[in-house]
């Protein structure tokens, strides 16, 4: 139906993004189209960029175009404290939530040897010679609250207590926020077990 | 907070997409970085072959990489219809909705002084110079029906008749599926004086 071609390309193109369907992906590329071809022309370059350029980091194996992203590279994080999270999506929410300032390591993904994700591909050699260099202190483990990240967060602890590392888990318990009654009850019974005395 | 520069400037970038924030952006990046690097190349390349080669048709004004754009240069539309658009999503909108097989102009905005948009900017002279061709036979205004989008209406409904070109316009009324109780007064008024005789 389109009037050219290289629109058509453009709307089939945008589909790519998530959350973006053929009426969004309509509306987008006629924005920038006809408000803001200079931004749209920018965003190429850096698309480009980036989906070239970002590999991942030596040492923590985060997205970085360098040999060592900047986290792992400068000297102001504190190397004691080592978190592992499953994807760089959890780094950048930890990193946008906490104050926390120690290193990270990124597994890029989680145990699951039915979709082919072991020990090695998830670099956990790399992570036991590192905790076997005796600098850190706690591993922090941030896996996802779910069957398999919980089976990756028990392999890390024995991981972690092998190169005398001691291993710390994120608390479980009720939202900030949240109504008990909308509270599932996996949750709530975790939340109750776990209850602290108040001082 | 990125410990890539190259990814933070592709979040920055990917919020000049009209409904995308800091939040939805970063999702799409994380997303085409571990997924989808292919899908991204070519997304980059569609945007930049779309702003940099898109102009405008030498005759209805819609998008085109061409000197005409592809409804304009087939011989399959009726050259007695010419349909007038604010924009290219509402031409894009009749396109995709009804079975309209003529031809099309667009404004590329509406008659509005205060933002030095008058005749001239719409291309109205051009339009006027076809209408006097005397292909066209009625002249379909689909300007929006705002103020202003009416008095641009006004406007081209006097020009069609100086070019001896019968002017039509949108019914307007009741949507379809709406429900009287939540329909404005204005289009309920409307569409109770242009009641029509059930046969």
């Known amino acids: 139906m389109s009037s050219s071609p290289l629109l058509a390309n453009l709307i089939e193109a945008l589909r790519c993004l998530p959350g973006v369907g053929g009426k969004s992906a309509q509306r987008m590329a006629f924005h920038l189209l006809e408000r803001d071809r200079e931004r749209g022309l920018k965003l190429a370059d850096a698309l480009r960029e980036a989906m070239q350029r970002i590999g991942h980091c030596g040492r923590c194996r985060n997205f970085s175009e360098e040999p060592l992203c900047t986290i792992c590279a400068g000297s102001s994080r504190d190397r004691q404290l080592l978190c592992v999270v499953e994807s760089p999506v959890d780094l950048a929410a930890i ?8 290193q990270y390591f990124v597994l ?56 005398g590392v001691r291993p710390t888990r994120l608390a479980h318990g009720v939202p900030l926020g949240g109504e008990l009654e909308f509270v599932d009850r996996g949750t709530l019974a975790h939340a109750f077990g776990g209850r602290q005395l108040l001082e």
């Open 108 to 163: 890029h993904g989680r145990l699951s040897p039915l979709d082919g994700l072991g020990p090695e591909e998830l670099g956990l050699p790399q992570l036991a010679q590192r905790l076997g260099e005796g600098e850190v202190e706690e591993l922090i483990i941030a896996t996802n609250p779910t069957v398999e990240g919980e089976a990756t967060a028990h392999y890390l602890a024995q991981l972690a207590r092998a190169g």
């Open 95 to 102: 990193e946008q939530a906490t104050g926390y300032r120690g």
